[in-house]
């Protein structure tokens, strides 16, 4: 699947280094070729003489061993790739990144570089929890750079949660993805997906059923027609697809800032089931029951409507706008209803009352609603709901 294609390897110095070995081997056994390049402390944690081993090649580890009065070699070893993977992306490579930094071989390449970028992070949980991490991430994000993982699990600092490095066969289907040709390729296209929860105190919240299936779904096959996705999700119960930039959020409000920092996009589907009401008396401690048997009177407060306010944007508006509409009864009058007052240009309407298993389920049966009037789509897998409009939505937005 990689036969032709070069990967500029850049290996950053984190514990997951030693995962970039199995990456080498994975990519090469696809056919492709890999350009190893080694940080300083990468060289701590993995041997260049491994690396270079199962790449074939030799490992490039020095700015000024390249940098020739008759060659430009960092220019030339950054274009020479199809596609730069930095694997592990520890949070200095990545400050490096946001900010441009070109202050030794791998970030000069970085810089440098013409081709599109995917980063695999990995650090330690809080790292990666840092608001300067989170507005890195949010800039590289801007800047097209395409993120794979990272995943929560165990750490090698003991630590529990996000910041393990993806799996290499993860870190494999991104640069698949990345390299695919397709009616989207290199277009930017935004996906929200799951629920939210809005928070009464720090330990409830209220939710709804959504799994996310549908929105990781579309996800996934717009990537798979070589769309750059940007995967805005709430807490789902189904984990986010590879090959796309995911940015994790747990509230309506979070959800705006999150949709608003990555536009501009070409397209903006709007698949989360996003909680209309929180509850504006949350309380920062946990409530307790006083002993009089009475419960607590929640206040509830309205949340932006997401589809609404990017659908009504004056500026930067994405050209195709696709909201969804849960509708337990008349789906196709309130779905057109909802078409017109919130702007958006399709409304994709599904019916979600109980007897259907649809919310929560595998299976989808929808209408799409546009300014032609209504159509109706067979009950099929969400996969293929999700294949069949990514296809009408390139469709949509034409070849350039
Ligand atoms: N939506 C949104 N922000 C909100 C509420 C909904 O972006 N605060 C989006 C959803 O992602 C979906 C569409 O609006 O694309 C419709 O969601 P739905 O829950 O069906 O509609 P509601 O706005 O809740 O309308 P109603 O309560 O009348 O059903």
């Known amino acids: 699947m990689l036969a032709g294609k070069r990967i500029l390897l850049i290996i950053g110095g ?32 993995v041997t260049p003489l491994t690396v270079s081993s199962l790449a074939g090649e030799a490992v490039h580890r020095d700015l000024f061993d390249l940098t020739h009065e008759a060659e430009i070699g960092h220019i030339q070893l950054s274009r020479a790739a199809d596609l730069v993977v930095v694997a592990p992306a520890t949070a200095d ?40 991490t989170q507005r890195n991430l949010a800039q590289l994000g801007a800047d097209g750079v395409l993120c794979v993982g990272p995943n929560a699990g165990d750490m090698a600092c003991g630590e529990h949660g996000l910041g393990r490095m993806a799996e290499p066969a993860e870190i494999l289907a991104a640069i698949t993805a990345a390299l695919a040709d397709g009616p989207l390729k290199g ?11 809005e928070p009464i105190d720090p330990v409830r919240y209220i939710a709804n059923r959504s799994s996310g299936a549908q929105g990781t779904a579309l996800a996934a096959a717009l990537r798979d027609l070589g769309a750059r996705v940007t995967f805005v999700t709430g807490p789902a119960t189904v984990p986010p697809p590879a090959g796309v930039t995911v940015v994790r959020v747990e509230t309506a409000r979070e959800m705006l800032a999150a949709v608003e920092a990555a536009l501009p996009a070409e397209a903006a589907v709007f698949a989360a089931a996003v909680a209309d009401w929180r509850v504006a008396n949350a309380a920062g401690q946990k409530m307790k029951k006083d002993g009089s048997g009475r419960a607590p009177a929640l206040e509830f407060a309205e949340n932006p409507d997401i589809l609404a306010t ?22 196709e009058r309130h779905a057109t209803e909802k078409r017109a007052r919130k702007g958006c240009d399709w409304i994709v309407a599904n019916d979600v009352s109980p007897g259907t298993g649809i919310m ?26 999700a294949r069949r409009l990514a296809a009408r939505i390139a469709a949509a937005l034409g070849a350039d």
Not at 14 to 21: D, E, F, L, M, V
Not at 25 to 32: D, K, Y
Not at 311 to 320: D, I, M, T
């Open 14 to 45: 984190g514990i997951a280094a030693y995962k970039a070995a199995e990456l080498i081997r994975l990519i090469r056994g696809q056919g492709g070729a890999v350009t190893p390049v080694m940080t300083g402390a990468a060289a701590e944690f």
């Open 187 to 197: 277009r930017h296209v935004l996906v929200t997906s799951g629920p939210t929860h």
């Open 310 to 331: 990017v659908s009504k944007r004056s500026a930067g508006r994405p050209r195709l706008v696709v909201g969804f509409a849960a509708e337990t009864h008349e789906v």
């Open 360 to 385: 929560g389920g595998t299976e989808n049966a929808v209408t799409i609603i546009d300014a032609g009037g209504a159509e109706h789509w067979e009950r099929m897998g969400k996969d293929a709901v």
């Open 93 to 132: 490579l990545m400050a490096k990144m946001a900010a441009g930094l070109a202050n030794d071989l791998a970030s000069t390449l970085l810089l440098a570089t013409d081709k599109r970028v995917l980063i695999a992070p990995a650090m330690n949980v809080r790292m990666w929890h840092h608001p300067a």
